[in-house]
């Protein structure tokens, strides 16, 4: 490798923390310069962009389209409600931590919330990745359906099960108490409260740095590069050794787990949990979300829940616009798989080649002979 080539990947690499850091301290000064609209929305950006990256685990680096992701925010949304609403009075968590109890009960509702979805992963995952490319798309919509009809008609109720109870298309309304105020070691705060999203911004920024570091360690992991093996060539990974059924289960589990983290996190957010999040519209956003972000790229989906949250609001704004906001992000999607290599990051990463590209020469003839061999 020449001492250009060499300069310019370093140059690169700085230009990478340079950008990280901007975004983080934007991402920390966010919600005392927005807001209360503009801080939930980028809540929401925030929590879609883990759902994405999740669904993008299976997509973009395993190779398998999931059309029914929705089935795990939505089972991990009413598991939470239900703690929210039932579990933690009964366990008389006001009485066992004082100040603290929102905390507490929130912690459980997401360990609870996740533990669900996990489950679901588990059982849903084996019978799915027994089928491949469409067929596999069709068994995971269906699912996720019978998820909707379950929910939507509170069979729960019907079958005499209180605990699956989910009162039907009404949905569940979290109580205000179970995310009111909070006194922690003397310092009182509003845990969440639809005039005031920062303390819970900050717990969702928090998890978000959690969940996309542990999902880009998994996909730059050895785990990682098998399901790259098996998105390009599933019958040579077999040859090769794979268990790629096995591997595809587990990239479904993991998938689903953190699907279901963004449910525990949505309810609380929407202080309501109805049907229509186990709807297959609602599975179709994380899919969009990657489409126009890019599935090859990492940061690909993250990109495309952004676009995708503040496209959708700003069309919002404008009555003609709203009224046919399908049209609109349907020319965009068609427009971005036309004219776009793997979304918007794939059109970042040539713009930045074509720059660095125009820039080499001068550079190499500046840095003198041997910088420029």
């Not at 991990?76 to 100040?99: H, I, M, N, Q, T």
């Not at 509003?190 to 570091?213: C, E, H, K, Q």
């Not at 793997?342 to 001068?362: C, I, K, Q, S, Y």
Request: net charge negative.
């Amino acid at each position: 490798m020449s001492n250009a080539v060499r300069q310019r990947l370093l140059n690169g690499g700085r230009s990478t923390y340079a950008v990280a850091l901007v975004v983080a301290l934007v991402l920390l000064v966010a919600p005392f310069v927005l807001g209360t609209f503009q801080t939930s929305l980028l809540i929401e950006v925030l929590l879609f962009g883990i759902f994405a990256t999740a669904f993008n685990l299976l997509y973009g680096y395993t190779g398998l389209l999931s059309f029914g992701h929705a089935m795990f925010v939505a089972v991990a949304a009413y598991a939470a409600a239900k703690v929210f609403r039932s579990v933690a009075p009964a366990l008389g968590f006001p009485d066992l931590f004082g100040g603290t109890s929102v905390l507490a009960t929130f912690v459980l509702a997401v360990v609870v919330g996740v533990a669900v979805a996990t489950v679901l992963g588990v059982l849903v995952g084996y019978l799915s990745v027994q089928l491949e490319e469409i067929y596999f798309a069709m068994i995971t919509l269906s699912f996720s359906m019978a998820i909707w009809v379950f929910v939507n008609q509170d069979i729960g109720d019907s079958l005499g099960i209180g605990v699956l109870s989910t009162n039907g298309s009404d949905g569940l309304t979290i109580p205000y108490q179970a995310l009111g105020e909070v006194n922690l070691f003397g310092l009182k705060f509003t845990f969440m409260n639809i005039a005031n999203y920062t303390a819970y911004y900050f717990v969702v920024l928090l998890l978000f740095v959690g969940s996309m570091y542990a999902l880009w360690r998994i996909v730059r992991s050895p785990f990682g590069t098998t399901c790259k093996a098996i998105r390009e060539n599933p019958e040579r990974a077999r040859a090769l050794g794979i268990d790629v059924t096995y591997h595809s289960w587990m990239t479904f589990i993991v998938s689903g787990a953190f699907a279901g983290l963004v449910g525990t996190l949505l309810a609380p957010l929407h202080s309501n949990v109805n049907p229509g999040i186990a709807y297959w519209t609602f599975s179709a956003e994380p899919v969009i979300m990657t489409v126009i972000g890019g599935p090859y790229a990492f940061i690909g989906p993250l990109l495309g829940a952004a676009v995708y949250e503040y496209l959708r609001w700003f069309i919002s704004q404008f009555q003609v616009l709203e009224a046919h906001w399908q049209f609109f992000f349907g020319a965009i999607l068609l427009l971005v798989v036309l004219f776009f290599n793997n979304g918007l990051a794939g059109f970042l990463a040539w713009l930045r080649e074509t720059v660095a590209d125009r820039l080499g020469p001068d550079a190499a003839a500046d840095s003198g002979p041997d910088e420029a061999n």
